[in-house]
């Protein structure tokens, strides 16, 4: 996939009793499980653009699958 700015929006549920340390955590292994599925091309991209990402959030499992699923229906990598 080829776009103008690459950007990684990571999605954090706030339902879960998740200590600050343990969401980082979390955090730090979704960035890194998508940035190992994409193109190298795009993971190039994203490395000279400056690694841009977005921490968004939701409140439930079900928003969080929605998310999920309009990501890749939209063709967009996601994990």
Same mark, same amino acid.
């Given at each position: 996939?080829?776009?103008? =700015? ?9 339902? *879960?009793?998740? $200590?600050?340390? !343990?969401?980082?955590?979390? #955090? ?7 940035? =190992? ?9 994203? *490395?000279?653009? $400056?690694?841009? !990402?977005?921490?968004?959030? #939701? ?21």
């Amino acid at each position: 996939m080829i776009y103008d =700015v690459l950007k990684q929006a990571i999605v954090i549920r706030t339902d *879960l009793p998740l $200590g600050k340390g !343990k969401m980082a955590v979390q #955090v730090a292994h979704a960035s890194v499980e998508t940035f =190992v599925k994409v193109p190298e091309r795009d993971q190039k991209k994203w *490395l000279a653009e $400056g690694q841009k !990402k977005i921490v968004l959030r #939701v409140e439930s499992e079900e928003e969080l699958l929605f998310m999920f699923e309009d990501a890749k229906r939209a063709g967009l990598p996601a994990s």
